[in-house]
């Protein structure tokens, strides 16, 4: 059975930092695309950051130089650091697996942004 749980969302003033976390486990982490997408009301969801097995990563605009995304293939954990947080930063983040067809997603954690 695959599951990405994912931890560490909550709320922050901005300015502050929250350290996202998944663990992944039922697949094989070191092959797949892990990812971070987050979805705000009323809005698409949209990718944040994705890091490949061989670790090449790519960040949206926004968050480029605030947002560092990590993985540990020996833990099977994919890790979103996010610093310099904005209220626009508010939003379900979800941790994304991907390998060839198989597209795996955990259930989200909230992040508010908000003094």
């Known amino acids: 059975q695959v599951q990405l749980v994912e931890s560490g969302g909550g709320l922050v003033q901005p300015g502050g930092s929250l350290r996202l976390s998944c663990a992944a486990s039922g697949i094989s982490f070191r092959l797949y695309v892990m990812g971070w997408y987050r979805q705000a009301p009323g809005k698409q969801r949209e990718l944040v950051a994705r890091?490949?097995?061989?670790?090449?990563?790519n960040y949206a605009d926004s968050v480029k130089g605030r947002f560092t995304i990590s993985r540990d293939n020996a833990k099977n954990t994919v890790d979103l650091q996010m610093n310099s947080l904005k209220p626009e930063d508010t939003a379900v983040y979800y941790c994304?697996?991907?390998?060839?067809?198989?597209?795996?997603w955990g259930q989200g954690t909230q992040v508010t942004v908000s003094s």
């Open positions: 994304n697996g991907r390998f060839r067809t198989s597209d795996y």
């Open positions: 890091i490949s097995s061989g670790g090449s990563i």
